[in-house]
């Protein structure tokens, strides 16, 4: 397998450079002058290589067998000496020959070994000096060599499924962050997307604001991204040509071609080409859109955009590369994070880059005359017989077939499958906690103490200031050793120092065990009030939280131990550890509308918009209407920051009832009065009167809800009241 893998990476390299290296060729040469067969040349040498050298071995093309990468010193050796003479070079190449056509490669190497025996060549280095090709040294130096090139081998595939793997994240990444922007409310943008959206036959783009990103881009799914401070800045032509540009994009699929890119890339690392000519295709896109978006929405419009972006965005990774120093960092940490300016994310479709060919881009829109377009036909006809070309000079390469790969000396399943090793980690608040152990670990019936263990435990914890390490190793004989540290002086195991390891150990047994084999054990020993103490006992958050989700597993609880659960969820630190135990307190069964109020109340007191929000997506399906359950839900989307997190989380409620009474609809109401966009304002009144009874006050009400939308979210507002209200 390992040859089979090696043999395609060097066609690949191989075909790579032919085709790259041919088209750079003919671009210096000035034989391509059109953009668009420059791109269509750059496009199909890149993605070329990939299927020509995948595809060769299925041709009968010309292939050329190369030997053993590193063979054996002493016939290597034999063969240059013999090869001196014409006699010895023609015995040599037979056994070249022979090497690649027989069956039996042993007759040839014993051969090779008898004449290096017998007449072993040296190199001198002086009248009395001279060393072997066969000496120890250069056996060791061959061997490091060929461990290299084995590693190197090994490496390859691994680096590129990381690659792979990382582009994916990012992706995905990528699509998460769009979503979290909000809608672009801007009613002529709105529009010219529209428009233009209809002029390159796609469909209308979703349009998004974004405080992160200096320059306009494309996303997944159709959207646009748009920076809220560039479209500020500029007019309205010079809004529309940006918009336009981006477009464009979406009308030439850069996106998928973009992706499409970068995993070829990281598929052939190895490549230095590959770079060249992605910034190519890069650049070239760009061009194409800029021109498109000059036939739309005119050059000098699009270039003072283009223009104020690239100012933009140079501006941005200048700020990024002024804040690496210590006082910018505290300044940029300090800010919000909608405040902070990011990276333009490398998958993305951009309009302008802090290293853009800015002077290329607006010479080609002010000064040179638009291209004149073939016909889609005549494109089409192109582009099969550029591809049939490229594939034809592909094939006509030989191929490369290796003899033998070098192996890397190294039994990795030796190595991994004799340990099996432990870790863990916890950083709280400046409170570090460390362990690791090598195989298996017993402890006793309490979990306070080890009683045997395979090699070693090592424990350490940073707290105050102060560092506390031991060190619990098998001493052979069935029996423990232990050492103790403090601030890294040895110190002898004293009744303090005993205390912290049996802390410790709990912990460790915990980890090793799980919180649900602790939680069963208690109940066991105990019963609840024994759990709970056990709950209340840790001083560490996620640690409670665990405990507290491992007793809820067990099995159904009453209400008082569910409200003590609900005041040790409030009291946790950090908003995640709440939100995941308040969520387990939901999810364990319905709730009675007393232990509602309990976690509403617990909610209000979190200080996460998301978190917040979670916990009461999660609560809407089983939510009573009791009065007091409602105005407690009131006041915890009251807290909420942040429209899309209000928004969201009134909707759940609404979508989790099968219809809304008047009462629950006016206090709905009264959570949308807290809303400051349009958009997200109406979305929750469309998805209210979906439900809400044909009461006249209360539409009414609800009117009044809706009075400041704009003229388009109004319309959308009135429009969901026609079942409400029949002419």
Known sequence: MLEVLTGWLLNYLLHSTVLLGGVWLLERAGWLTQRTWREAFWRWAFFGAVLTASAQPLTQATRIVLPELFP???????????????????????????????DDAS??????????????PRLAQGPDHSIGLTDEAAEQRRETVRDATAALLLAWPLVALAGLAMTLLRWLALRRQVRALALCEDAELTQAATELARSAGVATPTLRLSAWWPSPLVAPGGQICLPAGLMRSLEGQQRVAVLAHEIAHLRRRDLAWR????????????????????????????????????EEAGAMPLAQGLYVCARDTAAAANAAAAGATSDSSTRQARRPARQRVRSMPVLASAMAAARSPLMARMHALLEESPMSESTPARRRAGRIALAAGLCAVALTVPMLVIGKVPRISIDLGAVLGERQVTRF??????????????????????????????KKLEISETLLGVTRRAVIASDGKGGTTRRYWVDGDEKPLDAEGRKWLTGQIGLVAEVAHGSEYRARRLLQRGGTALVLADIERSPHAFVRRSRLEALLSTGPQDDATLSRLIALSAKLDGDFERRSALEAVIHHRTLTPALQREVLTATAGMQGAFERREVLEALSPQMSREATVVSAWQQAVQGIEGDFEKRSAITAL?????????????????AVDLIGGDFERAEVLVSLAERMPPDAALIARYRQSARGLSTHERGRVEEALDHLTPT
């Open 107 to 120: 007759q040839v190497e014993s051969a090779a070994l008898a004449s290096a025996t017998r007449d072993a």
């Open 259 to 294: 992706l499409a890119a970068r995993l070829v890339a990281q598929l052939g690392w190895l490549q230095p080409l590959n770079r060249l000519a992605m910034r190519r295709l890069d650049l070239l896109a760009e061009l194409a859109c800029d021109a498109w978006a000059a």
């Open 72 to 102: 054996p010193l002493a016939p290597l050796a034999s063969a240059a000496h013999d090869a001196s003479t014409e006699e010895d070079a023609g015995a040599a190449t037979t056994s070249i020959t022979t090497l690649k056509a027989s």
């Open 654 to 670: 609404i979508e989790a009832q099968p219809a809304v009474d008047r009462d629950l609809a006016l206090s709905v109401l009264g």
């Open 425 to 454: 980690e916890n950083n709280e608040n400046g409170h570090v906690q460390r362990a690791s152990y090598d195989g298996d670990i017993v402890f006793n019936d309490d979990e306070t103490d080890v009683v045997s263990l395979d």
